[in-house]
């Protein structure tokens, strides 16, 4: 999906602002961990169900502007980014499975964050809190997590970040597709602990009743959280462009969900970033512009005084180009497996005053989709540094990536892999700062596939994703999680399962030489004597 850039004039036209008349509250609760179980335990979801998608325009938006938008002269995209001469081995200190395929829901829409002492993934069929060595603590489904504020019937996109600087995790999901009653669904809790209270809204999503909301983002930063979501005609599915909400984020995180602004615009999937740090500004990203030959990202961002802030467009940068996604092969037969598209999934990182972001793309001779990842400063014209993540030799087919960048600036991409020769499998890499620019380390596997996959429910698509998830360990601010989508196996002969898996990833040093230690040793001894 590439998009036409629009002129500057047209860029902040664009915006239909509102503060209160396009807001309202349905529900609000506070709920323990425990109370959504016993909830859970008399209330089972049993229907199987396809998650909706709004429609996607699958064409680049092409940039057609008298004002030409800003342009990197000094272009160093890499189309092999692979560093020879890392510094620190990338290693998975840990895995375990995170939640299984109960067969009630494709995609699964793998999410999930690290707590300092938790991990909570969230999926389109159940909401699981464990602790760090796996143990699962509870589990209950997502329609009884919501369902004290009337999201317990078809809630669906589940999304969850953990706020560092002020210890809470944020979660949303959307509810009720291709309905009036479309909303938005957003919880914070009380503190840092997952398992206890949750204070959780339902915020209509049209107070015209006209569209209905789909495939949200979370961002924050000091001062707001925003939520934004695709719009779509409850009539035909067709786009109505993107809707940003942004509360006060000490209010919100105080019981009190106080809205600021929402923006409206003609564009889609505008992604809020997770923001590290004492940043005014909050940055969004939107992926799927080109001019020529040239792919670019445009920059957006909420800026001003808490309840009256404006939305203003940044830039626009060049990235390395990449075509629209296509579906992907796998062990084991023909039917192949839906691989996305070019939006941004996983909302991006800004930290260290830079923008870091990743989506999926297309290459060619020899096909594959590959994995666009950059890192951006918006005070500047010029990427930092850009590259893709690829395999040309035996073509692996690389989608929904997620990012995350720790307080070493390394940066850790977590995604899934297909091709003809494995089962649906997941994978992660990364980079430290010290690495070369524009490059990351070789992909590791993080989960091999299990078993052929083909699961649509009666429908045409073999559906996988629509996302994943890698964070930070808040613990240490050092270590890293992801979560991502593998192929389980097939149970009793009678359906094929998906599987979510934890893994635990760091940067450590070589380990020291036995040679190096026994010299140590052996001076320590002499010298002792002496």
């Not at 999201?151 to 953990?162: C, L």
Request: net charge negative; hydrophobic share 35%.
């Amino acid at each position: 999906m590439k998009f036409k850039l629009f002129s500057l004039t047209i860029i902040l036209t664009s915006f239909l602002f509102a503060q209160n008349s396009d807001y309202k509250i349905i529900a609000h609760s506070v709920v323990s961990f425990d109370e959504m179980i016993q909830y859970d335990k008399t209330h089972k979801q049993e229907t199987r169900k396809a998650i909706p998608i709004g429609k996607i325009n699958c064409d680049k938006m092409i940039i057609n502007s008298p004002k030409q938008p800003d342009v990197n002269n000094n272009k160093s995209l890499a189309s092999q980014s692979y560093s020879s001469a890392p510094s620190y081995p990338i290693i998975l200190d840990n895995g375990f499975q995170a939640i299984p395929d109960n067969n009630t829901s494709i995609p699964p829409d793998t999410m999930g964050a690290a707590g300092p002492n938790h991990l909570m993934a969230t999926l389109n069929t159940q909401v699981r809190i464990q602790n760090k060595s796996g143990s699962s603590i509870s589990t209950v489904s997502l329609n009884s997590f919501w369902s004290s504020v009337n999201g317990g019937s078809d809630s669906f996109d589940p999304k969850i970040y953990y706020d560092a600087g002020a210890n809470r995790f944020i979660f949303t999901a959307m509810d009720d597709a291709w309905a009036p009653a479309s909303g938005i669904l957003i919880g914070v809790t009380e503190t840092s602990d997952p398992t206890g209270n949750w204070f959780l809204w339902k915020v209509d999503a049209d107070s015209t009743d006209t569209y209905w909301a789909d495939f949200p983002s979370i961002g924050f930063n000091s001062k707001w959280i925003a939520f934004s979501a695709n719009m779509y005609a409850n009539s035909d599915g067709s786009p109505n462009g993107c809707k940003i909400w942004v509360f006060d984020k000490t209010n919100t995180y105080a019981n009190n969900l106080l809205i600021c602004r929402v923006f409206s615009t003609n564009f889609q999937t505008m992604v809020p970033c997770v923001t590290f740090g004492n940043e005014q500004d909050l940055y969004t990203v939107e992926s799927g512009w080109y001019l020529g030959l040239d792919d670019y990202v445009r920059i957006d961002k909420i800026t001003g005084p808490l309840y009256s802030p404006t939305f203003n467009y940044v830039r626009s940068i060049i990235v390395p180009s990449a075509l629209t996604p296509t579906t992907a092969p796998q062990l084991g037969g023909i039917r192949k497996i839906e691989n996305g598209d070019m939006r941004i999934s996983s909302s991006p990182v800004f930290r260290f005053g830079h923008i870091f972001f990743t989506y999926c793309g297309k290459k060619l001779s020899p096909e594959r989709n590959v994995i666009v990842w950059g890192e951006l400063d918006p005070n500047s014209p010029n990427a930092v540094q850009t590259g893709i993540v690829q395999e040309t030799s035996v073509p692996i087919y690389y989608a929904f990536p997620s990012i995350a960048v720790n307080s070493q600036t390394s940066i850790v991409l977590g995604f899934a892999g297909f091709s003809t020769g494995i089962y649906a499998s997941a994978y992660y890499t990364g980079r430290e700062r010290t690495d070369p620019p524009h490059t990351m380390r070789s992909p590791r596997l993080l989960k091999a596939g299990e078993d052929y996959y083909y699961k649509t429910f009666s429908g045409s698509d073999n559906r996988w994703g629509d996302y994943s998830a890698t964070c930070i360990d808040p613990a240490d601010d050092f270590s890293f999680w992801t979560i991502q989508e593998y192929a389980m196996p097939e149970f009793n002969a009678t359906y094929d399962r998906w599987g979510t898996w934890w893994g635990k990833i760091s940067f450590v040093p070589e380990p020291v030489s036995i040679y190096y230690l026994s010299f140590v040793i052996f001076y320590l001894l002499v010298n002792k004597k002496k």
